[in-house]
């Protein structure tokens, strides 16, 4: 019996019609992600969503990354506010989430669970959120069903708790080890 190595592989001419997008769909449900509620505030009222494709872009200046789904009501309220608060969920935090993923849901039936206050750009802060970032959007590109927005991080809410974190793998909610913070 051998064992074929990426190097032992035959080159296929043909890798862009190789992937389905069942096949990146299940290929990424197995890449483990935060759990958060991305939240904004402004001319067309409050709105959330639960996200776990939200990534670190740089520290200089500290920028984040959020993608999101162009069909869905969050990408054009999200554009047209311009700011948003990411809330870092913890395990506690699985019915929230689930309730903010919800396309069944209003907005106010979201909103009617958990305790909220304003950050300083008016998005939604989750009050016992493990970590929240305070962002202004300042690019967006689009590429396929998604955008992708660059948010520049305004201001950072941590809870300092040493709290189980919530993450995202094989479709399924998993509770992370509590952290120990360091300072």
């Known amino acids: 019996m051998t064992s074929e190595t990426l190097l032992d592989a035959p080159p296929s ?31 067309l009222g409050p709105h959330g969503m639960t996200a776990s494709a939200v990534c670190s ?38 019915d929230i989430a689930m309730l903010f993923a919800s396309s069944r849901k209003t907005m106010e039936e979201r909103f009617a669970s ?11 802060v989750l009050a016992d959120a493990i970590t929240t970032l305070v962002c202004s959007i300042n690019n967006m590109h689009e590429i396929g069903t998604h955008s992708v927005l660059y948010c520049t991080v305004e201001n950072i809410m941590d809870s300092n708790q040493t ?21």
């Not at 958990?114 to 939604?124: E, I, L, M, T, V």
């Not at 479709?171 to 080890?177: I, M, W």
């Open 13 to 43: 001419n043909n890798l862009r019609n190789a992937v389905t997008a069942n096949d990146f769909r299940q290929a990424m449900s197995r890449l483990s992600a935060a759990v958060t509620i991305v939240t904004t505030d402004g001319p």
């Open 57 to 94: 872009v740089t520290d200089t200046p500290a920028t984040v990354l959020v993608c999101v789904n162009r069909s869905t009501r969050s990408h054009d309220v999200l554009r047209e506010h311009g700011t948003l608060a990411i809330n870092i969920l913890g395990h506690e935090h699985q």
């Open 114 to 124: 958990g305790s909220w206050h304003r950050a300083h750009n008016h998005a939604p």
């Open 163 to 183: 709290v189980a974190g919530l993450a995202w793998f094989d479709r399924n909610f998993h509770v992370l080890p509590p952290y120990q913070n360091a300072k």
